[in-house]
């Protein structure tokens, strides 16, 4: 048997050097073709190695197949080219569960990588693939192209050692792939670095991602697929995510001068959870990661799905422009009719330092009316925040917003300089210390509809919270118990 299976693998010698069909690497030709072309030739006899030299290869569309490896020498450059009236990517395909998330999302074809229903495929560095042709938006006219590279329904599938700039909606969709490895990949882009939709067994490590208009790695689980499949058994380890003007940190310039993203909402650059929740994300850890001049932490499903079993540990996070961590269980249900809101619980988010935080919406902690977040723990965590607040600023009931897109700026400068906590019960909150850069009035903790909360060493600018003063716990609802002040 092992004969037989050796007799099978391809040799060192199964090389398909995309020169040898055609391709010329000037920047002018479009080597989509010759490409595919070596793709096919390899795939025909059972797989190989498909290996761009160096060159700057202007391309459209380019079909990956099963057993295949793309591999980018350095110096090499798969360039996305802008379409013209005759030319372009391929069409994107038919999807009719398209209404239950965004156009990119729904659909595959449309990119300049891409493959569907495919197996072990890896595509390596350390060239380059820059997406200078995509669109960012969701353009539906022929010939348009919109992601870097796009997998649906893959499996064993590894992307490794390449650099990725402006890469359009997505540098990475994969939908439904499963035993997916991403590993020293960099990638400075317009929109959303990787999206990981609905895949299962995940491994992302080593990776640096710069997305000032946009998510840098998120987890999400769409609708896509016509059917509900949770994202899990995912780890996110050793990462830098940031919002530096576009490009900045692929040539090592690191400006600032790009305020704010397209939704206004400060320069976004993180890791998520969320948004698209139609199925659940389960068994979850993200650790060692930094966050530079971007949004905080975000962990949401608005959609149905439920989140369980994430830990996330050993987090640095610098000049962050909204809340440093956003919990939020929400109703929006983008969802199959009849779908029911989901749950999120078991969470456990430790050894966290969070400088620079935007104190307007502080932390947030937030189901909705009859829909509890669940046992979350947080400890050993330090969060030093701008301040400036007062309790006036924050005087106006706190929105519900049950069926609002997720993001902090949904309920206005919340009523707390540290933590909102609304319809939660078990939260436990251990050797948590506060720092203020500006004094800040408000109270430290807000609840509402929170039960089972536990405080133990809580401080505030270096001192045992109490000793302030004043009690850093105030309770909205005071007919709900079940809130214990610090100990």
């Not at 502080?362 to 046992?375: F, K, W």
């Not at 919270?465 to 118990?481: D, K, T, V």
Request: charged residues 20%.
């Amino acid at each position: 048997m092992a004969i037989a299976a050796l007799a099978t693998t391809p040799s060192l010698a199964d090389t398909y050097n995309v020169r040898d069909f055609g391709a010329t690497g000037d920047g002018v030709h479009i080597d989509s073709e010759a490409i595919n072309k070596a793709i096919r030739a390899a795939a025909g006899k059972g797989g190989g190695t498909v290996y761009v030299p160096a060159g700057r290869y202007a391309c459209y569309s380019i079909r990956m197949a099963s057993h295949v490896e793309l591999h980018l020498e350095q110096g090499a450059a798969i360039i996305a080219e802008f379409p013209t009236d005759s030319a372009g990517y391929d069409p994107p395909e038919p999807n009719p569960h398209s209404k239950y998330q965004d156009f990119g999302h729904s659909h595959w074809q449309n990119s300049l990588i891409w493959g569907i229903g495919l197996n072990d495929i890896t595509i390596s560095g350390p060239g380059y693939i820059i997406g200078k042709g995509l669109t960012r938006e969701g353009d539906r006219r022929p010939g348009i192209g919109n992601k870097a590279i796009a997998l649906k329904e893959c499996s064993n599938v590894v992307i490794r050692d390449l650099g990725m700039v402006q890469c359009g909606h997505f540098a990475l969709l994969a939908t439904g792939v499963d035993n997916l490895t991403i590993s020293n990949v960099k990638v400075d882009t317009n929109r959303d670095g990787f999206d990981i939709d609905c895949c299962k067994n995940v491994r992302i490590n080593s990776c640096s991602v710069n997305s000032p208009w946009d998510d840098a790695i998120v987890l999400k689980a769409s609708f896509a697929l016509g059917y509900f499949k949770d994202t899990e058994n995912v780890t996110i380890s050793d990462c830098f995510v940031s919002g530096y003007d576009r490009y900045t940190m692929a040539d090592a310039s690191w400006q600032l001068d790009e305020p704010q993203a397209p939704d206004h909402g400060g320069r976004t650059g993180r890791i998520k959870i969320g948004t698209e929740s139609s199925g659940g994300f389960k068994n979850i850890a993200i650790t060692n990661c930094l966050f530079e001049h971007c949004r905080g932490l975000a962990i949401e499903s608005v959609d149905g799905g439920d989140v369980e079993d994430v830990v996330i540990s050993n987090i640095t996070m610098r000049d962050i422009v909204n809340a440093g961590i956003f919990l939020r269980l929400g109703s929006r249900m983008r969802s199959p009719e009849g779908t029911p809101v989901g749950s999120m619980k078991r969470i456990h988010i430790s050894h966290v330092n969070a400088f620079g935080v935007d104190s307007r919406y502080s932390s947030i902690i937030s189901g909705v009316p009859g829909h509890n977040i669940e046992d979350v723990s947080l400890s050993d965590i330090s969060l030093h925040y701008k301040g400036g607040f007062k309790p006036e600023d924050a005087s106006n009931p706190v929105p519900e917003q049950e069926k609002a897109y997720p993001e902090p700026w949904m309920f206005g400068t919340v009523p707390a300089k540290g933590f909102y906590v609304r319809h939660a019960e078990g939260i436990r909150f251990d050797n948590i210390s506060f720092h203020f850069e500006k004094p800040d009035s408000r109270p430290l903790f807000v609840t509402d509809d929170a039960d089972g909360l536990t405080f133990s060493g809580i401080s505030e600018d270096g001192k045992p919270a109490m000793a302030a003063g004043n009690s850093p716990h105030r309770q909205i609802s005071p007919g709900r118990q079940g809130c214990k002040q610090p100990l």
